[in-house]
């Protein structure tokens, strides 16, 4: 599927799109990412360069980005996620962070704009990071556009903005922990221990004594407020339970067991709904991730390219791609052990 233009494509844009798909036919031969994950870097060093003044190397990064998506399409790439705006961005002045804002929601507009190319390839824009954090006006922007691509599924494009790596972990702990605590406090029997709430069977406390108790307690039906008697390892304990769970053994109080909180847990509870990222891209040659993807990047192919973002081109994404299918049989045999 072509975009649509306003104007007649030129000879040389049919050549070079003939050759470009010849290029993609044969890179198909191969395993192709599901998703890739940019690092844009090198905007304002790109204005420097050219002298051009800070605004147009950002509006140069969007074309680029443009052209970026339409190759991934083009390719197969189902997903595309670029680092826009991280929350560190918020420690610089403030006359310094509104230009970024305003940069951030010129882009967002801009999305919405280029309607020809999102309708085209049917390409949902999510935001994702603390949006909270952002001004009224950009966040309202992110929600049109959330809103407008909610449907388009064939590509996906995550934009981060006003996030960091370790603000989408710790923003998934906290909600894993308060799911766990909605669901303990909604449920009206525990399922813990065949029944009885609070801690595993047969599990030791207080110097080898076990709460053997336990087993009598559930075979005779005790509930909250109940107090019993019963034997284990040969010592007579009184198990009572209060009202809020805590079991007293031997005229000691223990809290029941806590919940367990699993890696799919908090995974389920990250900004970032996709799966993880097959190859991270970071231009201008820089090998840092900047507290980007952490989580998600464990077995990733890592490619710095030492072009900077607006100077990014087809054989930059084409070379990072070759690359992934040499490495491809080696990044599958990791993750095996994870």
Not at 113 to 119: P, R, T
Request: hydrophobic share 40%.
């Amino acid at each position: 599927m072509d975009i649509y233009v306003a104007n007649r494509p030129s000879l040389l844009a049919i050549l070079g799109s003939s050759m470009r798909k010849c290029i993609f036919r044969i890179i198909s031969k191969g395993p192709i990412p599901s998703h890739l994950a940019f690092i844009l870097d090198g905007n304002r060093r790109f204005a420097k360069k050219e002298n051009l003044d800070a605004g147009a190397g950002y509006r140069a990064g969007f074309s680029s980005l443009l052209s970026t998506l339409k190759y991934c399409y083009e390719l197969g790439v189902k997903y595309v996620t670029i680092f826009a705006f991280s929350i560190d961005n918020f420690r610089r002045r403030p006359d310094e962070v509104q230009k970024v804002m305003d940069l951030v929601l010129e882009k967002t507009e801009g999305i919405l704009k280029e309607e020809s190319l999102i309708d085209a390839y049917g390409i949902g824009v999510r935001f994702v990071g603390n949006l909270k954090l952002l001004s009224e006006p950009v966040r309202v922007a992110a929600e049109k556009a959330m809103k407008a691509t909610a449907k388009n599924t064939r590509c996906v494009l995550f934009i981060c903005v006003a996030y960091t790596s370790t603000d989408e972990i710790v923003h998934s702990v906290q909600e894993s922990c308060k799911d766990k605590s909605n669901k303990i406090d909604s449920s009206k029997t525990h399922k813990a221990c065949n029944g009885i709430e609070g801690g595993e069977c047969g599990k030791e406390i207080d110097n080898g004594i076990t709460l053997g108790v336990q087993e009598y307690a559930t075979n005779n039906a005790v509930t909250k407020g109940a107090e019993v008697t019963g034997k284990s390892n040969g010592v007579i304990v009184n198990s009572f339970r209060t009202e809020n769970g805590v079991i007293s053994v031997g005229g000691i109080e223990k809290m029941p067991s806590p919940p367990c909180i699993k890696k799919m847990d908090i995974e389920k509870q990250m900004y970032l709904a996709a799966p993880e990222p097959d190859i991270l891209i970071r231009t201008s040659g820089e090998n840092r991730l900047s507290n980007f993807l952490l989580w998600q990047t464990s077995t990733c192919l890592l490619y710095s390219p030492a072009a900077l973002w607006p100077e990014i081109g087809l054989r930059h994404l084409a070379w990072a791609v070759i690359n992934f299918q040499r490495t491809h049989s080696y990044l599958e045999e990791k993750k095996k052990y994870l």
